[in-house]
């Protein structure tokens, strides 16, 4: 690529990310638009990104890299072809383990006359993706045109897809070769990786879920107010409305890691049969989104009380109330069944979830004594579902949706010695034995009592 500029040109970008500088927004543009039309290699673009992670990026750096890479494709308009004043709703989650809050909160959206049409993305290092997961699914296809997008949205109010090529294609590059790469749990790429497709999606408001703790990105409290402040400043300066939630990823979500695994347990959840926590997660994030929902369509939050400021994670019952009734009136599940159908995918999977794939091999991981559990290592449970097959090393591998991992004993509970601590789901007697091994050193026992632990920590808002 020709450049007249001298800091315009790839080797001295990544040394300036090396040696601690600030990029300008000219170079965050001639960097991603390069790597985008593949004139920027991805070797260059890996060592700027591992020089991103040591170095960090200051928030305008940021969100100029956030603009420069939502405005590398189109910037859709999800509105087209919807009633006037329909409004859109958007959830991402940072990524964790066993983490198919998708699966169950936009069926549960939509359900409520809300309508979801969300691209979202494959595994992510060793945590799951939610296109993965619904490809356990025979025949669904998260591969729709525009058009089938908006026909889809318009006619069944729910969509899942694949980003199309040209939403965010620089997340979509960046983002294979962070994984690849060890460079996904930096603050800075993670926040404008994000933020980029939400922004080009074109929803007018969304839900962050910001997943904290050993099995997510950030692991401390800190890092995670930090990300979720930074997406959140993002957002509203791009005009969207913002909530983030701060959520607990100590311990795998629920109790299901793996793919198929893991739509089983969302379907349970449709059927109001999911695992507590799960449950109460589902409960904030859809009840998040249907208020930010009223807020937006309520003249920029006119109408609607703000219910509570930061800090707190309450919200008004009545939306927790309707996600309730969307469950229990078997509306949600409808919509989900549906869905699955609109996108070829074999809906007597989701009617006798039986039928989804499933491993040949399910070996018991058992308590080496008595005791209370006092923590799962979520993130050496994620890593073992990807050796397993349920997640890929290197770009492009294929996945094996049958294995995984159920919890069965979870923080704050009662074990006796030789009691199920989880479950192993493989494709072989060496993978069994691999994840045997690793998941009984995952746990860890006390003697005394142990709290079980919180499901959100904190709500922000924009
Ligand atoms: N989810 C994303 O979309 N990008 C990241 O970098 C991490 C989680």
């Not at 009984?440 to 959100?456: F, H, I, M």
Request: hydrophobic content about 40%; proline content about 6%; some cysteine.
């Amino acid at each position: 690529m020709i450049s007249t500029s001298p800091s315009l040109n790839p080797v001295q970008i990544i040394v300036k990310k090396r040696d601690g500088g600030e990029h300008t927004r000219e170079e965050l543009r001639y960097f991603i638009n390069g790597f985008v039309q593949d004139l920027i290699p991805d070797y260059q673009v890996a060592a700027w990104a591992m020089a991103v992670y040591f170095q960090g990026m200051t928030p305008p750096e940021t969100t100029e890299l956030t603009l420069a890479m939502a405005e590398s494709g189109d910037m859709l308009d999800p509105h087209l072809g919807l009633p006037p004043g329909t409004v859109i709703v958007d959830k991402h989650s940072s990524g964790g383990v066993g983490d198919k809050t998708t699966l169950a909160v936009a069926p549960i959206v939509a359900a409520c006359g809300l309508p979801v049409g969300k691209m979202s993305g494959r595994g992510l290092s060793y945590t799951g993706g939610t296109i993965d997961k619904l490809e356990s699914i025979a025949g669904w296809s998260p591969e729709l045109s525009e058009e089938q997008f908006r026909r889809q949205l318009r006619e069944i109010g729910l969509v899942v897809a694949s980003q199309t090529a040209n939403l965010a294609p620089a997340d979509k590059k960046l983002y294979a070769l962070r994984d690849v790469t060890g460079t996904v749990p930096s603050l800075p790429l993670i926040a404008s990786s994000i933020m980029s497709k939400k922004l080009a999606a074109g929803a007018d408001a969304i839900v962050l879920d910001v997943k904290c703790g050993r099995g997510a990105f950030m692991e401390t409290l800190e890092e995670a107010e930090k990300l979720a402040r930074l997406m959140v400043a993002i957002g509203s300066r791009a005009g969207r409305l913002m909530t983030a939630l701060i959520t607990q990823m100590e311990q795998p979500l629920g109790r299901a890691v793996g793919n198929a695994l893991e739509v089983k347990e969302a379907i349970a959840t449709l059927h109001g049969q999911g695992p507590d926590d799960f449950q109460t997660l589902v409960e904030q994030v859809a009840g998040e989104m249907l208020w930010l929902g009223k807020r937006a369509g309520s003249s920029q939050g006119q109408g609607v009380a703000a219910p509570v400021g930061e800090g707190s994670t309450d919200l008004p019952e009545e939306f927790k109330n309707q996600v309730r009734e969307a469950i229990r009136s078997g509306a949600a599940f409808r919509k989900f069944r549906e869905f699955v159908a609109a996108q070829g995918g074999d809906v007597a999977m989701v009617d006798q979830p039986e039928k989804l794939p499933a491993a040949p091999l399910v070996v018991d991981v058992t308590a080496p004594r008595a005791g209370f559990v006092a923590s799962i290592d979520a993130r050496e449970v994620g890593l073992t579902v990807v050796d397993l097959g349920g997640g890929r090393h290197k770009k492009g591998d294929p996945i094996d949706h049958r294995v995984g991992v159920v919890v069965q004993a979870k923080v704050g509970d009662r074990v006796e010695a030789g009691q199920p601590l989880c479950q192993v789901h493989a494709g072989n007697q060496a993978g069994a034995d691999m994840a045997v091994a690793r998941l009984q050193a995952a746990y860890t026992l006390s003697d005394e009592p142990v709290p079980p632990l919180p499901v959100v920590y904190e709500r922000i808002r924009g």
